[in-house]
């Protein structure tokens, strides 16, 4: 599967997200979001994060579709009710349903990891829980929009909030799917900041493997290898719309 990656250097998108699956249709939502068991812990958690982000920008993809039409009407009348009809998509729902998840399954995520009393873990999760409980009030702003230049706005908002979550996200799960330790050997998350720019900066992780549970000191346990592995190699990709807005935001910075 590609994974989730996106350049610190963009300022805003539209649709800052692009995975190819390899497996399941990628037109199928999410199933019901299982409690996170210790086993393939933070990995699991990872997989599950990065199929609601890609839904995520599908949606939000959508709805910007939906609102540059609506944008291009006529009347107010013909644009109230593009409006309305937006409120009430799928796409609408599903946005908001997969907000949810997200926030749920890094809270329980944190939670895990303070059950375990790794304080790095429950660190790497509490960072990712707020990123993702923050789309709820533009999502929620949206839902209660009375003109389309208020609708698109929050759109906006919710974009920048997203790639907050995604550049937050990928600083903690970056690198982790190449990782190929040997049978018996553990993943571990060693802690590392990654600077946004001179003032903001974010926990994330460098993965590495430990022989032995207790060499993954101060940073975040990852599960064991099993005696028989197969490594799963992935190629990443930064989106276009991404790449765009990395250009404009490092043309204007000179």
Not at 202 to 214: E, I, M, N, Q
Request: positive net charge; contains cysteine.
């Amino acid at each position: 599967m590609n994974r989730i990656v996106i350049s610190a250097a963009a300022l805003l998108i539209s649709g800052c997200l692009s995975a190819v699956a390899s497996g399941p249709d990628q037109t199928t939502k999410p199933p019901h979001t299982e409690r996170p068991s210790g086993s393939g812990q933070p990995f699991s958690t990872f997989h599950e994060m990065d199929g609601l982000l890609t839904d995520l920008d599908r949606d939000a993809q959508a709805l910007r579709a939906e609102t540059a039409r609506a944008a291009k009407l006529h009347s107010r009348g013909e644009r109230m009710r593009a409006l309305r009809a937006a409120q009430r998509s799928s796409d609408f729902s599903d946005l908001s349903q997969c907000s949810r998840r997200l926030s749920l399954v890094s809270r329980r995520a944190e939670a895990l990891y303070r059950k375990r009393n790794q304080g790095y873990g429950a660190l790497l999760f509490r960072d990712l829980h707020a990123r993702a409980a923050a789309l709820r009030a533009p999502i929620v702003s949206e839902r209660r929009a009375t003109t389309l230049a208020g609708f698109t706005y929050e759109q906006d908002r919710f974009s920048k909030r997203l790639l907050s979550l995604v550049l937050q996200f990928q600083a903690v799960s970056g690198g982790y799917v190449a990782l190929a330790c040997k049978p018996g050997g553990w993943a571990c998350c060693q802690p590392r900041v990654v600077k946004q720019n001179a003032r903001a900066q974010l926990h994330g992780c460098t993965w590495a493997c430990a022989a032995l549970a207790s060499a993954c000191r101060g940073g975040c346990l990852g599960p064991k290898t099993p005696r028989a592995a197969v490594a799963i190699q992935t190629k990443p990709r930064i989106p276009a719309q991404a790449n765009r807005d990395r250009r404009t935001a490092i043309g204007a910075a000179e």
